[in-house]
């Protein structure tokens, strides 16, 4: 069996999928289950089916294609902003697309008109954390302005994204922003809109009750696949963190200083280390790199491992502290945080088993 490898329980991305949806169908909040963290992996894909999640989003249209390819049923909503390069293929293999800019909404108009396809967008408006969307103090007007210039596609709603540049969390406070510009709108616009401003860090406020009443679309991605909220910081108490683990192999085995000899420069990603001097220490080498991980986001099940650095093909742990007794030829294992867990799933290196 090759590694290193990610051992994926599609049992618990299962669990994770009814509890999700269950929390979400209690509030009539449609919850669209977000596949990018996995390449758009079909098996994946087919268990969040399984557990009633009846839309998938996915950041990439060539997963979506993938999907689709692999025979998993639409609906589809596109959730990267899209290029104009791809907005052909977009109106094609999306049904629902997030969109931030009148020059993309309308090309996507004409495009839709073209194919005959009923498509939907939602409006992104930024309410702070400065990634995509309108902002928020202009976004009324120049939605209400884009609503007229639309001959064919349909305005669904609006949305906004949080948590992703700016770190900001979602409060009573700007999702309530939120409901006024629907509000706004919808007298405007004299139609129904939804609003779709939920992702994993906003599944606390559905937690506490604090959500306002006219939330209605939440696109969860890390809370499903991972069980952990990395903007929120924590790992989320109802939910399994054992759907991804990821085992890797003990190449080297050494006692070797905690403080390098020689002249120190930048090491091969352009970081300047830093050493602790803790004497000799016992370590290992593990057989995967940043190009398969964020050393920084590995957890391992050891908690006397310590994880030291990674470059490309390397990653070095000090174990001094492990009861373990490791030997070259080992597999260690981990849990991944968001960052790590999409570098594993993107690299070709890292097997992907499924249990
Ligand atoms: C990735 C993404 C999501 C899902 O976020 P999670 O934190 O993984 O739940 C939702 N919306 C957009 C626009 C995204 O890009």
Redesign the pocket.
Known sequence: MPYPRLIISLNDIYQNALTLKKMCDEKGIELVG?T??TLGDPKIATILKEAGISKL?D?RLKNIKKLIENNIPGPFQL??IPMISELEEAVIYADEI?VSEEKTALIIDEIAQKYDKNIQIILMIDVGDLR?GIWYEEAPQKIAKLFEKLKFVDIRGIGT?L??FGGVLPTEKNMNLMIEIKNYLEEKLNKKLIVSAG???ALKLLEEGKLPEGINQY?????LLLGTD??GHREIPYLSQDTVILEAEVVELDYKPSVPVGKIGRDSMGRIPKFEDKGWRNRIILAIGEQDIDSSGLKPFDLGINVLHASSDHTIADISESSFEYNVGDIVKFRLS?GSALRAFTSPFVEKVYK
């Open positions: 977000v990018k963290l989003g950041s959730l990267r997030l995509e994204n948590g992703c992702n994993t860090v696109r969860v991605g890390e809370a990395a903007t968001y």
